[in-house]
């Protein structure tokens, strides 16, 4: 108690920065980390931390299918840990999400590292085959209940390499606080930004097969998620042309508490992304976008998410996007095929009476745990929703040769373009 009282610590200048992105640590040929082990390994940290693996599906019909398993910690609360579900007909408009608080949590299962997790609703395991084809892979089952059961195999090809920002275990990390070293909070996203999906779906009796692509992500936020972020942007786009094509892209802005000046110099546009052409991973993008500064029209490095037209929802009470424009700049990290590669696409998502592709406007506190609930729309009094769409799409790459093979200047890329916006405060 006394050492509080006679504390030696320098005194911390309230001008410094208080947040320190992921986006601006290191240099456009220093972003692209390969992922490694425990990079992806449950933490199940304490405190106050959202953690999260999602597995994003889009089937050859159009059909999305999303699995979550979230962890949640509350202090000295007990953890809460969900299995959760959304599958999307675009054809039937058929909608169906299922989320269930899982018993007897367990990572990791016998025999397996913390990459793998079971309940006595669901397994998830991860498996490696060194020099093959597809060197990882994840095999979910899932019975959440007597209208819905799982059987997924997702497979990342060994061209498309799973990617974080930055070298080492704390790469991917954005810190809030004056010290890095004692943060207050930090956001974290490690991606396989493609990968191949089969299995099936029994859903009311009727079996799907499940055929197709998505990608992967582990995140944790290790904040009350109220102080993590005021809005989200997150987009997937895949295409089976070119041998296989991703572009993936996660922003978060701060609120305006967190900046590079202290208290209350945000908000603070963080901003990752990678994409897959030609079935390889061939540039990793991140930048920030500070509130005191105009971003350039061009840049080495771009990854952004840009809200280009808006209309007032009355259902939410925010004014959400119609249109979307995503954009990638960074250096090719592919072997023998130098330069820039750059790539836009705009998704165009209707209005709020007449929208395009809408998949859900979700009310999250309807869907997060109660205790988390209750702490966030008590303290901040936020009525957070997530938009989601899926619509074809066209991804509009420039790249060097040898990227895609035979392919050099310019080319329009046709698949899917899932895409999500989120309203936090």
Not at 269 to 290: D, F
Not at 384 to 396: I, K
Request: hydrophobic residues 35%; negative net charge; contains cysteine.
């Amino acid at each position: 108690m006394f050492s509080s009282f006679f504390s030696t610590a320098p005194p911390v200048d309230p001008n410094a920065p208080n947040f320190h992105p992921v986006s601006s640590a290191f240099q456009p040929s220093e972003l692209y980390s390969e992922l490694e082990p425990k990079d992806t390994e449950w933490t199940c940290s304490g405190g106050f931390v959202v953690e999260t693996q999602t597995f994003y599906t889009f089937l050859e019909d159009g059909t999305s299918m999303a699995c979550q398993v979230i962890h949640s910690s509350v202090g000295m609360w007990y953890p809460t840990i969900q299995f959760t579900c959304k599958i999307f007909n675009p054809h039937t408009k058929e909608r169906t999400w299922k989320s269930v608080n899982v018993a007897n949590f367990v990572t990791p299962p016998p025999g397996l590292d913390k990459r793998s997790s079971k309940a006595d609703q669901y397994s998830i395991t991860y498996r490696s085959k060194p020099g093959s084809d597809t060197p990882e892979s994840y095999t979910i089952t899932a019975n959440l209940d007597t209208d819905l059961q799982i059987t997924l195999e997702v497979a990342r090809p060994a061209g498309a390499k799973g990617f974080k920002i930055g070298k080492g275990p704390q790469g991917g990390f954005s810190y809030f606080g004056h010290d890095p070293k004692n943060a207050e909070g930090y956001v974290v996203h490690r991606f396989w930004p493609r990968y191949i999906a089969s299995g099936i779906v029994v859903l009311k009796g009727q079996a799907i097969a499940i055929k197709g692509a998505g990608m992967f992500v582990h995140a944790i936020q290790g904040m009350r998620p109220d102080n993590v972020a005021s809005r989200w942007n997150f987009v997937q786009f895949l295409s089976e042309q070119h041998g296989g094509v991703a572009a993936t892209q996660m922003d978060f802005t701060t609120i305006a508490a967190y900046g590079r000046k202290g208290a209350g110099s945000g908000p603070v546009t963080v901003s990752v992304g990678g994409l897959v052409l030609g079935g390889k991973l061939a540039a990793v993008t991140a930048e920030t976008k500070w509130p005191d500064e105009a971003l350039p029209a061009t840049a080495a490095l771009v990854s952004r998410a840009e809200h280009t037209k808006k209309a007032h929802d009355p259902d939410t009470g925010y004014d959400a996007p119609t249109e979307i424009v995503y954009r990638w700049t960074g250096p090719s990290i592919v072997p023998g095929a130098p330069g820039s590669v750059e790539a836009v696409a705009t998704a165009d998502v209707g209005t709020p009476d007449a929208p395009k592709g809408l998949i859900e406007k979700l009310d999250v506190l309807a869907e997060i745990p109660y205790v988390i609930k209750t702490m966030v729309n008590y303290v901040s009094g936020t009525k957070p929703f997530v938009y989601q769409w899926c619509n074809p799409g066209t991804l509009h790459v420039k790249l060097p040769g040898g990227v895609i093979d035979d392919v050099e200047g310019e080319v329009a890329i046709e698949g899917t373009l899932y895409n999500e916006a989120t309203f936090v405060s």
